[in-house]
T-cell receptor, first 115, second 115 residues
Framework: AQKITQTQPGMFVQEKEAVTLDCTYD???????LFWYKQPSSGEMIFLIY??????QNATEGRYSLNFQKARKSANLVISASQLGDSAMYFC????????????FGSGTRLLVRP | ETGVTQSPTHLIKTRGQQVTLRCSSQ?????VSWYQQALGQGPQFIFQ???????GRGNFPPRFSGLQFPNYSSELNVNALELDDSALYLC??????????????FGNGTRLTVT
């Protein structure tokens, strides 16, 4: 079965510090994509970063980086230099390459940045 | 570039009624998908449309149906509403490319309350 697991319901981080949000996945497919989305209280899902299963280097996008460990089936999100605006729900998702290319989401991690 | 827009933003319906939610895709995108997000959970895939045909469906009953129009706008229809249908409904569009992954771009969602 294809599944995303996020084991941290909530996290705190001090402003300007780095934080790691955990994500593990389960799939028997060799080709897949992993995504992280941010959801503020407004409800919109904002795309942050993508990692393909065949990508040899970890993805980076500004203050976001993805720590991809294929053998462990983990795709942790690292946010450097946290800002107050980073407070939100964060979802890890996996693209299933069936006919629909749907995303399977985890249950999310709520991040609160303390001033 | 215009993003994904959804209407209405909020809706209250009574159990047994029918509802139509609308979505306008991001320009240049050829697929639209719908997700249901219950409170405190990650989004769940409902279905996806590609070139006006449904090309994938999640574990939702037939009373959830949809349409995609030639201009790539889309509707989600839910008949015989149940209390458990209360959720945030997210529309997402993307450019389906079977060679290269592309992220889903989400709208702000429609929050449906069934009483």
């Amino acid at each position: 079965a294809q599944k995303i697991t996020q084991t941290q319901p909530g996290m705190f981080v001090q402003e300007k510090e780095a934080v790691t949000l955990d994500c593990t996945y389960d799939t028997s497919d060799q080709s897949y994509g992993l995504f992280w989305y941010k959801q503020p209280s407004s409800g919109e899902m904002i795309f942050l970063i993508y990692q393909g299963s065949y990508d040899e280097q970890n993805a980076t996008e500004g203050r976001y980086s993805l720590n991809f460990q294929k053998a462990r089936k983990s795709a942790n999100l690292v946010i450097s230099a946290s800002q107050l605006g980073d407070s939100a729900m964060y979802f890890c998702a996996m693209r299933v390459r069936d006919s629909s290319y749907k995303l399977i989401f985890g249950s999310g991690t709520r991040l609160l940045v303390r001033p | 570039e215009t993003g994904v827009t959804q209407s209405p933003t909020h809706l209250i319906k009574t159990r047994g009624q029918q509802v139509t939610l609308r979505c306008s895709s991001q320009s240049g995108h050829n697929t639209v998908s719908w997700y249901q997000q219950a409170l405190g959970q990650g989004p769940q895939f409902i279905f996806q449309y590609y070139r006006e045909e449904e090309n994938g469906r999640g574990n939702f009953p037939p009373r959830f149906s949809g349409l995609q129009f030639p201009n790539y706008s889309s509707e989600l229809n839910v008949n015989a509403l149940e209390l458990d249908d209360s959720a945030l409904y997210l529309c997402a569009s993307s450019f389906l490319d079977r060679v290269r992954d592309s992220p889903l771009h989400f709208g702000n969602g429609t929050r449906l309350t069934v009483t």
